[in-house]
């Protein structure tokens, strides 16, 4: 009898398509050199498929809404990300840099849950011992927590009679003996996560997958990989630095965009409630070019100081490198405060950095990061207490945001006095004139003149 002979295909790390051959650009994404051999193992009995008959289509009224069951996992930061608690049966990954603290909450978390609840650590890069180390080091007393080190994912099976919450740390370094290709390919960590959403929704066990990020600080792997999942996080920060954060940037369970924010000691990672020290610097409004904005992320509302730097370029064209602020942001608000108010800042290098390293994508933030440009210009500090947050648009007009109750809400919590606030939202914050100033503003110049008139 004939062997069966291997295929091989070649596929785009990037977005997953195939072809026969390889090819030193993907027709698929456009992009360069991401076309990557693969070992494929041809089906040996072929069996017809079947679909599966889920029943015949009902009235949306008819369905019953089911509520799901959430699990408290000890860190409130964590549950305020995931949308208040753990939902049963759903497949939660968490990317970030390698050292950046992903083993370590995840062990934090299986710990707090193992205590009334079956655990199983599928620890696929590290060696049992090396997790009992890190327990010890975090002085977590697991005794009832299961783990096995194994890399291949058809053994986890077997393995999950019981339990409740699952971890696979980490979904590039596990395979499935149905491919024979290595781990981390396209195909296997496709393949896995396929295997693991099935075992989630046929079983309700949660799992937690920990995932590697490319140096652009994507989600390696095919984008498959992040549809399947249920919740997708990120954890970002130094590792110089003791402060962590932690993004999401999909959740079908709750808000996206939600943030949440630890620190890293040498007893483990601890979440952090009170911002002020986190996104505010203690001395602020002593030095010019700075300005604090009430940010809305997710379903909380936080004050994020932003601060700017400008200096005289020693190059042809000036450099603009924003921190946590979008690029073609920052060189549109520039245009503005140049055509619009006569900042000349086109022989300058302009430097912004949102503090705590927070990233700010909402369009509420861009008149904060004009009053700091325009503080650093004219060389004059803006308040302390004062608080600035609106649209700019290319005509220097202020338009109006969402949220803004919240956000002057946020300011009088955190003792502000003044906050300058679009002036079509001035309507639903009335009631907080006798708790804080609340300055409309219509142009990006009435913002310039309030701040820093003579």
Not at 89 to 96: K, T
Request: hydrophobic share 40%; with cysteine.
């Amino acid at each position: 009898m004939a062997k069966s002979k291997a295929v091989t295909q070649f596929v785009c790390c990037e977005c997953g398509a195939s072809s026969p051959r390889w090819l030193g650009k993907c027709p698929s994404c456009g992009k360069f050199n991401t076309m990557v051999e693969e070992l494929v193992k041809p089906a040996e009995n072929k069996s017809e498929r079947k679909a599966v008959y889920g029943g015949r289509a009902r009235p949306l009224s008819e369905i019953k809404f089911e509520n799901y069951n959430r699990t408290s996992s000890g860190m409130s930061e964590f549950d305020n990300v995931l949308g208040g608690g753990i939902v049963t049966g759903s497949l939660v990954l968490i990317g970030g840099d390698p050292g950046i603290g992903k083993s370590t909450l995840l062990t934090q978390i299986a710990s707090h849950l193992s205590n009334d609840r079956k655990v199983l650590y599928f620890s696929a890069e590290e060696s049992c011992s090396q997790v009992k180390l890190r327990t010890e080091r975090l002085n977590l007393n697991p005794d009832r927590l299961l783990i096995i080190n194994e890399t291949c994912i058809d053994c986890l099976e077997s393995e999950l009679d019981g339990v409740e919450f699952c971890i696979i740390d980490s979904i590039q370094a596990v395979y499935t003996d149905d491919l024979s290709s290595s781990a981390g390919s396209v195909g296997q960590v496709r393949e896995c996560a396929s295997k693991l959403m099935r075992i989630a929704k046929g079983r309700g066990i949660t799992f937690f997958i920990v995932g590697h990020v490319t140096k652009e600080g994507a989600l390696a792997g095919p984008k498959v990989l992040e549809h399947i999942m249920d919740t997708v996080l990120y954890f970002e920060g130094e590792n110089q630095e003791n402060f962590r954060i932690l993004r999401s940037v999909k959740n079908r369970f709750g808000n996206v965009q939600e943030v949440g924010v630890f620190e890293m000691t040498g007893e483990g990672i601890i979440p952090v409630t009170d911002y002020s020290g986190v996104f505010l610097s203690e001395s602020r409004g002593e030095e010019p070019g700075s300005a604090v904005t009430p940010a809305q992320t997710g379903a909380r509302c936080m004050n994020v100081e932003i601060q700017t730097l400008i200096a005289k370029t020693s190059f042809g064209v000036p450099r603009r490198m924003p921190l946590g602020i979008d690029y073609n942001k920052l060189v549109l608000l520039i245009a503005v405060l140049e055509k619009r108010c006569g900042l000349a800042l086109s022989s300058s290098d302009v430097y912004v950095n949102a503090m705590g390293g927070i990233k700010l994508s909402e369009p509420s933030c861009d008149l904060a990061v004009c009053s700091a440009l325009a503080s650093a210009y004219y060389g004059k500090p803006i308040d302390k207490y004062t608080a600035v947050f609106g649209e700019v648009g290319l005509t220097g007009e202020v338009r109006a945001v969402s949220y803004c109750e919240k956000r002057v809400s946020e300011c009088v919590k955190m003792g502000f006095k003044k906050v300058l606030v679009p002036a079509k939202n001035m309507k639903s914050v009335l009631k907080y004139a006798d708790k804080i100033a609340v300055v409309p503003i219509l142009y990006v110049n009435t913002m310039i003149k309030n701040l820093f008139k003579d």
